[in-house]
């Protein structure tokens, strides 16, 4: 297996980069040139000179804590820290002076003194950066004699000759603290910290959390998680690791490492799971998976991470994974596991016979977010050019496809306007209807961190998320609308920045259609969209919105961030061309720190659109009606394509259901599970009578199904994810897929099952093809990606490196154009008997519909979908926190547990949808958004009562899934 070879300097050099004017200075002779602020210990390590450290690392500030990087400097007394002292222009430094020499072993013999020298058989032997340093330094002896210290004599850590292993017999080590083993992915060892501060710093700077402080004085210091009776399990502390990666020694350290030794090499992939794309290093033992740790030039992550792509990639190996192809004539049987050929053979003569039977457009396909853009590339070809059929849709209809229309009809292209890292310029921030800090964690730090420095907030949610008020965050503005209200909200913001003059003309003159622009001011100045107008409705303070409106206008650079719970409404695609007229209005476009920002969520929801996952468009945003559209692929697949929209999800549903389509490819998606109005769903799989799943476990859809294709993990392929910023991240290959075959290979497999003749030997031949028919991304290609480590489309001939800002000159369309925004109720209505409003989300630990990260040890954190209820309301009903309570909806009910709260308004419940047991989706309507069929998932009328067990549904659904997940042994 070949390793990603880094291309650039993958050293640590201590102490962050600076900007600033150039300065030069002489160390160890050798002449450097750093920007100012630069630190001498980065300077250094610029000329190639490495100073001697423990607390400092460059993903913190320096801290001047550890006094082993002193240095001498011409002119100054004392010996100062290298990590705290910047360059000055004519500096001269020594850096292996013999008093330096002598002062830093000093400092190392001290550190040694409180150590158990148990390096042999410690966890982080050969990765210990306190082992290092004492070879650096020259350390060959420790003088002190036995006395006070932090570890256990009589743990065996030290060898019988160590004069500290001699110590007299008596009490126990009052000093001692006993490893903390609560988290289930590393541990904390007290016995082996030398207080550095570098995991408290990292979890304050890095990921602002704040779970940790020191607590004590002198040599009674050490690290504290929480509160005195708290445990890393019980404190704030949110798994992301930032700590563990901080440790020098192994104080905090992965136990898949304590269990399965130090990692030998390491590949560069880019994570599965939410739409941020962190890239990280797989770090192995041979073909064994070790860890997986955040990579330093990710631009995406910048080097950090959650708990889920650091920790929660066990679902690889979990016992659940379907490794076999199998089939079945009726669902109602038990599964048959046979070879590959046997299973595609079956499914290639069903669906053939099902074309003959009831025409070509009587099957279809389903592509995932979840999968690479070329798995979704095949997936959808397979559809245009082996089925004849326009017949694809995508799981990210059912989020983002708002996004695509909104943002296209307002700018001119289907996707967000900045790069993560624009957020570091950003002075005023919207954030409405996402969540990050649950939804996309490691964005969330960057915009805390960027907070911390001064920027303001607006949050505009219906519950009070996290990022309303959390350690040395708060929001300016927390507006807490009815749901279903946005874009009345959104009216109300434009119509206080329109009425106050607080516009930036300049812009819309220059940007902007005057024209249509003057059109839409004199339709939301109108009294009807005033903040005072729509108070009732939206249930916001006119006071807090015309303040918040103000903010944004008048702040300086404003960003706006969003997720589904702008997009998973009626009125989702009306949302975001409001989103983007508060952009316009202001000027918030085209530089740095600015911008409209969607929040995907999932990791390649924009790849899977951008492949042409939906029935109406080819590769690249192109309608399939255009003839010279359908000709560049023609070509290029040597087939005729229909010129039809094929169905969505919905309508494949529906003709199931009435009987005239009956046959689906459903690649890495759950649709019982994760679409809205589960009974429809159910009867529409039920109505078919091919169901094909390509899915790495048994899901809620392969109850239904007649053919299941094992699939590969994102470990186990090559590829590329094109995330929320539409930066395109490789996918490698870690380990040989567990199943004999990556996701590309099984769809290449099935097509030529049913007469195609596709050669592909690579995923790179399939980006060839991509970037050779889709304009946005023809300068693509795996060689640039491996030179360049990731590019944002587009990517061509006028951005041959890509795009990290859109619309900086000009643009897409040419003129932003402004649309009329109205307010339209959803047919969604709260009455008597489902007075409540139910709207869902996510949370950290958990994943979309669960299927991987309930296979990990994250199920500690969240083992079941509980319902979030104001104390008031619960009242009103006798329901008591913990109590099962039923929760009904005009679609269905299910049962929960009851979790108290004033997060949520009175009159607002909230729940996640992680866990097929709950099935929240039974309780949703089949009500979308009127442009994309985007469900809304955000408002459905319930009620709650108290419950004494599971709902009818629920127990005739587990006994049916039960039944359906049989498996004959294979000699059967």
């Known amino acids: ?90 500096m001269v430094v020594q850096t292996q002076s013999p008093q330096v020499k002598k002062i830093r072993r000093g400092v190392m013999e001290l550190y040694i003194s409180d150590h158990p020298l148990d390096c042999l058989t410690c966890a982080a032997n050969g ?124 104080t905090l350290q992965e136990k898949s490492v304590i269990e399965m030794g130090t990692p030998d090499r390491s590949v560069i992939t880019t994570c599965a799971y939410c739409g941020v794309g962190c890239s990280f290093k797989a770090e192995l033992n041979g073909d064994e998976l070790v860890r997986m740790v955040p990579y330093r030039h990710g631009k995406a992550n910048r080097g950090h991470s959650c708990v889920k792509g650091r920790f929660a990639y066990g679902y690889a190996h979990h016992s659940d994974r379907i490794l076999n192809p199998m089939i079945r004539d009726r669902i109602d049987q038990p599964w048959r596991e046979v070879s590959w050929d046997e299973a595609l053979q079956f499914a290639a003569q069903r669906m053939r016979g099902l074309q003959q039977a009831y025409g070509p457009k009587s099957i279809g396909v389903i592509t995932s977010s979840r999968c690479t853009n070329e798995d979704t590339y095949l997936v959808q ?130 940007r902007c259609d005057w024209d249509g622009f003057q059109d839409y001011a ?27 409106a103000r903010l944004f206008a008048t702040g300086g650079n404003g960003a706006i961030y969003y997720g589904l719970g702008v997009t998973e409404h009626s009125q989702g695609s009306t949302t975001v061309m409001g989103i983007a007229n508060l952009a316009m209005l202001t000027g918030n476009i085209g530089r740095e720190g600015v911008g409209v920002n969607p929040l995907r969520g ?20 192109r309608h399939v009606k255009l003839p010279e559209v359908r000709k560049i692929f023609e070509e290029a697949w040597g087939v005729e394509i229909d010129a039809e929209p094929g169905l969505r999800i919905p309508n494949m549903l529906d003709a199931a259901v009435d009987g005239t389509f009956k046959g689906l490819y459903c690649q890495g998606e759950d649709i019982l599970q994760s679409d809205p109005d589960t009974h429809h769903v159910a009867a529409g799989l039920a109505a078919m009578d091919c169901v094909i799943v390509h899915d790495l476990f048994l899901n809620e859809t392969a109850n239904y199904a007649h053919v299941f294709l094992p699939g590969s993990t994102f470990l186990e392929k090559d590829g590329t994810f094109t995330n929320a910023e539409r930066r395109i991240n490789r996918v490698r290959r870690v380990m040989a897929p567990r199943n004999g075959y990556a996701d590309w290979e099984i769809t290449q497999l099935l097509a030529n099952a049913m007469g195609a003749s596709w050669n592909y030997t690579h995923p790179a031949q399939i980006m060839d093809e991509i970037a050779a028919t889709t304009p946005s991304f023809a300068g693509v290609s795996y060689e640039l990606l491996e030179r360049e480590g990731s590019v944002q489309w587009p990517c061509n001939d006028s951005a041959p490196q890509g795009t990290p800002l859109m619309h900086v000159d000009g643009f897409v369309r040419g003129k932003g154009r402004f649309i009329v925004t109205e307010y339209v109720a959803t047919d969604e209505k709260t009455g008597p008997r489902f007075p409540l409003l139910l709207t869902t989300g996510r949370i950290l630990s958990q994943y979309n519909v669960g299927a991987q990260t309930r296979r990990t040890d994250n199920v500690v954190w969240h083992d079941q979908d509980v319902l979030e209820i104001h104390p008031s309301d619960a009242e009103n009903r006798g ?42 989706n039974v309780i949703t309507t089949d009500f979308s958004d009127w442009a994309t069929n ?26 049916f899934a039960e039944k359906s997940r049989r498996i004959l042994p294979a000699a059967e």
């Open 1 to 90: 297996m070949k390793d990603f070879i880094i291309p650039w300097d993958d050293q640590d050099k201590g102490t962050p980069a600076k900007a600033g004017a150039p300065v030069t200075l002489r160390i160890d002779g050798f002449e450097v040139t750093v920007p100012e602020g630069t630190s001498v210990m980065r300077a250094a390590a610029e000329a190639g000179i490495t100073v001697p450290r423990l607390c400092a690392t460059d993903s913190i500030e320096a801290f001047g804590s550890c006094r082993l990087c002193v240095v001498e400097i011409e002119g100054r007394r004392g010996l100062p820290a290298a990590c705290t002292t910047p360059v000055a222009p004519g």
């Open 127 to 250: 990765d210990c950066e306190l082992q290092d340093m004492a070879g650096v330094v020259g350390l060959r002896d420790v003088r002190y004699d036995s006395g006070a210290n932090h570890y256990a004599k009589t743990a065996g850590t030290l060898a019988a000759g160590d004069i500290r292993a001699r110590a007299p017999a008596g009490a126990a080590n009052p000093r001692y603290v006993p490893k903390d083993d609560s988290n289930p992915y590393f541990s904390f060892d007290p016995s082996k910290c030398i207080v550095c501060s570098r995991c408290v710093r990292a979890c304050e700077e890095v990921q602002g959390t704040f779970a940790l402080t020191i607590s004590g004085r002198g040599f009674d210091s050490q690290v504290s998680a929480g509160m005195a009776s708290d445990n890393f399990m019980s404190s704030d502390c949110v798994s992301c690791g930032a700590c563990v990666q901080a440790c020098p020694t192994a």
């Open 381 to 510: 070809k397979l559809a245009r050019a082996v089925f004849g059929n326009n017949n694809t849709d995508t799981c990210a209809r059912v989020c983002h496809s708002p996004t695509g229309y909104g943002l296209r009809q307002t700018f001119g292209t289907s996707a967000g306007t900045q790069d993560f890292d624009s957020v570091d310029k950003t002075d005023v921030v919207i954030v409405i209807g996402a969540n990050p800090t649950d939804g996309h964690p490691v964005f969330a730090s960057r915009l805390k961190k960027r907070l911390r420095q001064g920027a303001k907030l607006i949050v505009i949610d219906p519950r009070r998320i996290d990022m309303v008020r959390s350690p040395h965050v708060e929001a300016a503005h927390h507006l807490p609308l009815r749901p279903g209200t946005n874009v009345a909200v959104v009216s109300a913001l434009a119509h206080v920045i329109v009425t106050e003059n607080l516009y930036d003309e300049a812009f819309i003159r220059s």
């Open 522 to 548: 004199a339709f939301i100045a109108d009294p009807r969209h005033s903040p005072e107008a729509t108070e009732m409705l939206t249930g916001v303070s006119a006071a807090e919105l015309r303040t918040a």
């Open 602 to 621: 999932q990791n390649n929801v924009q790849g899977s659109c951008d492949m042409g996952s939906f029935p109406h468009e080819l590769p690249g945003y």
């Open 879 to 920: 329901v008591k926190d913990g109590d099962w309570i039923k929760l009904a909806s005009r679609s269905g009910e299910t049962t929960l547990k009851a979790a108290l709260t004033d997060r949520v308004s009175p009159g607002v419940v909230y729940t996640t949808f992680h866990h097929p047991d709950t099935q929240a």
């Open 934 to 959: 985007c469900p809304e998932y955000k408002v459905t009328a319930v009620q709650v009562s108290l419950s004494n067990g599971p709902t009818d549904w629920q127990e005739d659904y587990s006994a």
